[in-house]
């Protein structure tokens, strides 16, 4: 399990705990947990996990799950919506 810098309420260990939990639902099969942020939010979480660039989403992995972060916006599109 991963360890973030900030201590046990850090980020990456509250991931490193969803992790774990997920992979054990479905733990013959991939998995993949999909965030859609507002910008406050998104902007902390890209600042926990690591500096990343200008981005509209970023994707890490922790221990085999997929996190994948998205600003809000994205799906929230018009062109989007059914």
Avoid at 21 to 29: A, L, T
Avoid at 43 to 59: A, I, L, M, P, R
Wanted: hydrophobic share 40%; charged share 30%.
């Amino acid at each position: 399990m991963a360890t973030d810098k900030k201590g046990v309420n850090g980020l990456i260990e509250k991931l490193a705990y969803v992790s774990d939990e997920v992979s054990k639902v479905f733990p013959d099969s991939r998995s993949v947990v999909v965030f859609s942020l507002n910008e406050n939010d998104f902007n902390y979480s890209k600042t926990q996990v690591e500096n990343f660039s200008d981005t509209n989403q970023f994707k890490i992995d922790i221990s085999g799950i997929e996190f994948i972060f998205l600003r809000d916006e994205l799906l929230n599109n018009a062109e989007d919506k059914i």
